[in-house]
Nanobody, 127 residues
Framework: QVQLVESGGGLVQAGGSLRLSCAASGRTFSSYAMGWFRQAPGKVREFVAA????????AYTDSVKGRFTISRDNAKNTVYLQMNSLKPEDTAVYYCAVRSISGTYYNARLPGEYDYWGQGTQVTVSS
């Protein structure tokens, strides 16, 4: 069992930045690939970014490339999402997730490919 706790969300003006953190419990964090997803009101949960267990391979959805950066610190059992140049369309609840199989696969983009989820953190970008 893995527990995930996201933090760092908030209200920011368009063009601003936020850094989300996701702290994981358990001693096997470094074995897992991790992902960030988001869900806006009335929309399905969508993939944002993913990272392999070593951090060596990363994937992003096209709409955040060049603006968002996913990273991880296995010593701290934490994965991060640095979000720059935020836009109103980035407004959503952001979730981190664990993919407990195939920690070397970085391109899992469907929610069903992940096993454990955090409770989410709200990001609101005003125009």
């Amino acid at each position: 069992q893995v527990q995930l706790v996201e933090s760092g969300g908030g209200l920011v003006q368009a063009g601003g930045s936020l850094r989300l953190s996701c702290a994981a419990s358990g001693r096997t964090f470094s074995s897992y690939a991790m992902g960030w997803f988001r869900q806006a009101p009335g929309k399905v949960r969508e993939f944002v970014a993913a990272i392999t267990r070593s951090g060596g391979s990363i994937a992003y959805t096209d709409s955040v490339k060049g603006r968002f950066t996913i990273s991880r610190d296995n010593a701290k059992n934490t994965v991060y999402l640095q979000m720059n140049s935020l836009k109103p369309e980035d407004t959503a609840v952001y979730y981190c997730a664990v993919r407990s199989i195939s920690g070397t696969y970085y391109n899992a983009r469907l929610p069903g490919e992940y096993d454990y989820w955090g409770q989410g953190t709200q990001v609101t970008v005003s125009s």
